[in-house]
């Protein structure tokens, strides 16, 4: 439908998602341009996604961040409704996110208050869920972001699936570092 919604950065202009529209409706030029700067939309007459603001507060606060997905994937959402981080039982977690996804308590949507939320919260993981709404997640592109995006709902419901069978047992820590430091610096071709 329409739920969620995802930007990216080109120079000064971020293209995020118009709000409301069906994924199903939208074309390439439907994405709204807003200018980083100043946040004003530049030259589309649709409304950008009501998450703009968080969207602007991590591309102004972290350099390293030129793209943004927001979801409200079952799984990992499940997750946020309890206030619960996704633990790190995985070695494709500690790959990927070098630890527990973290989860903030429930942060209101006014203003700056989600991206200050985000701010707070986060590790070195690219993505976090925010309680009682969804995950966000961020990365140096698009395909990143929705790399991300994508793994967090992935390893909740790997996450979710091991708590039907018991408590799941958590990586150590040091481990989960050696997984990422592999993942990152020495899987797959350079």
């Given amino acids: 439908m329409h739920s969620g919604n995802v930007s990216g950065v080109d120079g000064d202009i971020v293209y995020i998602k118009p709000s409301g529209m069906d994924y199903d409706l939208m074309k390439p ?69 070098g630890g527990e996804i973290p989860c903030t308590p429930y942060i209101d949507n006014e203003g700056e208050n989600i991206g200050l939320g985000i701010f707070k919260y986060r590790t070195q993981a690219p993505a976090i869920l925010l309680g009682n709404h969804g995950v966000f997640a961020w990365g140096g592109s698009v395909k990143d972001a929705l790399k991300a995006a994508v793994m967090v709902e992935d390893v909740a419901k790997t996450a979710h699936l091991a708590y039907q069978l018991g408590e799941p047992l958590r990586l150590d820590p040091d481990e989960a570092l050696k997984w990422w430091d592999r993942y990152h610096n020495r899987y797959g071709q350079s």
């Fill in 29 to 97: 030029e439907s994405m709204v341009p807003v200018s980083l700067s100043t946040g004003m939309v530049v030259g589309s007459e649709l409304r950008p996604s009501v998450d703009l603001p968080h969207h602007l507060f991590l591309y102004r606060n972290d350099p390293a961040v030129r793209a943004v997905v927001h979801t409200h994937s079952n799984y990992a959402t499940a997750f946020a409704a309890q206030h619960r981080s996704i633990p790190l039982v995985l070695t494709a977690i500690a790959d990927e996110f």
